[in-house]
Each structure stands twice: as C-alpha cells, then as structure tokens.
C-alpha cells in the first residue's frame, strides 16, 4: 500500500512524457474544482432563501400550534395552559380565533383572514417591530380596532395618516343559523372595528390579515368566551422544538394536535427538499461529466507507463499493487479540484454574506442574494465527489492490460 501510494505521488507530480497529458489533468482538475465551487455557492443561496423564507413565515405560524384533531374549535377548559406555562422551555402562550370574513370600506371589499388575538400575539410573532403606521393597541375608548397588513390596507384605498380618524371597518359573515330567506342581510353577522394601524412582515399575511381583539372575532363568529382556534406557543430555544412538542403532548386531550412550522406547511417544505435533492441530482451528473476528463488524463498515463508497469511487475507487484497506483492518481486529482473548489466557494460564500456582491432587483425584499453555509452540505459535496471520482477511476484501472 505505501509503495503503491508513493509511486502514484510521483507519477502525480513529476513532468509527464506527453505534455497533453498535464493540460489534460490541469482541465480534468479545474473542472471538478469549478464544479464543486458552484454546487457549494447554488446549495449555500438556496439554503439562504429558505431561511428567509422561514423568516417570514414565523410572522404567520409560531414554533408549536396546538390545534383541534377534528372541527374548528377549541375548549379552552379542556386545556390545562397553567401547567404548559410551567414547561421550562415555553416562552410564551397566547390563543387566536382565526377565520376567513368578507371586510368593507366605503366601496372596496376583500376577504381576509381574521386573527382575534389578545396583546401577547403582537410579541410572539413581533409584529410590532414590523408597524408602518398606528400601533398594535387593540382597544381605543373600548372600541374595537383593526390593524392590517400593508399591502391589504391599500387594497382597501386606506392612507397614511387614515389611522388617526377613527376610520370604521365593517366585518361580515354568515351566521351558523340564518333564519330569514327574505332579506338576506338577517342572515349575517356584521360588526365594525377601527382602522388603528398597518403592518409590513414582506409575507402574505400583508395581503390578507386582518388582526382584531379576540373578544370582537369570538362575537362575530357567535363563539363562547371559551372557544378558541387554536393556542399559538412560542420557545425559548427553537432547537428544542420536538422535545417540547413531545412533552406538551403528554399534557393535553387526545382530541388535539400540536404541530411544529414544518407541519403547519407540509407542502412548502416538501418542494424545498424536492427541489434541493433536484439541485444535487443536477450537479452530481456535472461532476460525473467532469470525471470524465480524469478518466482520459489516467487513460493516456497508463499509455505512457506500459514499460513501468512491465518492470513492475517483473519485480513482484501484483496486479492489484499496479491498478491501486493509477486508481490513488486519479483520486488525487479530483480530491485536489474539490478542496480548491470547497475554499473557493467558501471565500465567495463569505464574501456575498459580508458585503453582498451579487445584488437582487430593486423590488425585492432582500437587497442581495441570501447565502447560508452549512457543514452538512460541505460533507455531501465532498463525500459525493469523492464517490464519483472512486468509481470512475476504479473503472479505468480495472482496465489496464497486462502483459502474460
């Protein structure tokens, strides 16, 4: 084994016979190095999206949900919230009537989804951070107030400053029981609240919250003090998800459900994976292209080495000793091309995190492109090389003919 490995580092970096063999390898190498450069920086962008894609899905979904296993609504004396208050690792806890209502002003109308919340949704989902006019009180003078998400309230032909003139939005559904046929405006529940401020979280939920006092959404929807859909949770540790999950499970009826972010939105992170296995997929038959070159670089050195595998043999090498010199070659060179192609894409990684070389269009919610590298992703790149280049050059070596 030593002497194969020190005769495949000499035949690595010694001069060889034909110099298109080194232009060869110099190609096969640089190939796989800008290959994995880019699989590193696409994976790294790709990673960055998806963080500020949960980003701005925490403004709509909190870490843990608590919801019911069938219906739309849950008994809040059928939960014990004192005892999960007392689980170490949950911050806070806070309920929401949620429910999708038909809103009007003068003449513009849109549905919207309706969050009756009480004063500790504004911190678990810090939607106060995000106010662009008005504030998140939800009571002036005991009247009911609304706040909408931004894009929605200019859907609506609400202006800035129109928080301050005590501007009535009407609220609509249906009632659970409508009685009169005759004049179907009997047959809604309709209520107002004031327009008190608006809300930028660059998600959809600036297209279509509408947020209100739990007590004025409990109303309009004929829902008891104790009706609720669903206690929203947020963790002091996020990374402890599952194992407070777990035991907030253990603490409620088995008519209810807890649900983490990526079980609140099993469509979007299921494309995420579909489209990241894709990005590999893609890349990895690159690579394999790429490892092509190594296979005619180790093709025509074996060409050139007939006569030293001759004297080698001649002195007692098997012919696994000869094929493992060649396989240890090839190797090398696309292990060379891989670690230059890792820094390389880390050093760019680095830099477009720090000062954001590449930049995005002026529209967009970002000013540049999101980069985020992980470790894990660095592993699979390198142990995905380092598969290919094994079994492409294992099946050049396996090709050597030797003379009887």
Known sequence: MRLSFFIAMRYFFSKKELKVI????????????????????????????????????????????????????????EINTQNLESLSQISAITPVVKESVLISFENTQSIVNMYGVEEEYFRIFNIDTTMQIGNTSLYTKDKPNCILGYSLMLKMSL?????????????????????NVIVPEDNLN????????????RSEIDDEAAIVPIAFAQKLLELSPNQISSLNIKLKDSKKTEQVKAEIEKNIPKNYVVKNRLEQNPVYYKVVKAEKLAVYIILGFIIFIASFNIMGALSLLIMT??????ILRTMGATKKDVRRIFFINGVMMSVIGMICGLILGIIFCLLQQHFGIIKMGASF????????????????????????????????????????
């Open 159 to 179: 202006f800035q400053g129109a928080e301050k003139h005590n501007i009535p939005i009407q609220f609509c559904i249906p009632k659970k029981n409508p009685t």
């Open 22 to 77: 080194n232009i060869i390898s110099l190609i096969s190498l640089i190939g796989v190095g800008v290959v994995t450069m880019a699989l590193l920086i696409v994976l790294s962008v790709f990673n960055g999206f998806t963080c500020l894609a949960s980003d701005m899905l925490s403004y709509s979904n909190p870490e843990l949900i608590i919801l019911p296993s069938k219906g739309k609504v849950i008994d809040v004396k």
């Open 190 to 201: 309709i209520d107002k609240a004031i327009f008190s401020g608006s809300f930028m979280t």
């Open 365 to 404: 919610i970002v000013d540049s492109f999101p980069i985020k590298i992980y470790f894990t992703d660095i592993i699979a790149i390198f142990l995905m090389v380092v598969t290919i280049s094994c079994l492409c050059t294992a099946i050049m070596s396996r090709k050597i003919k030797f003379s009887k």
């Open 305 to 310: 080495k007939s006569k030293d595998i001759t």
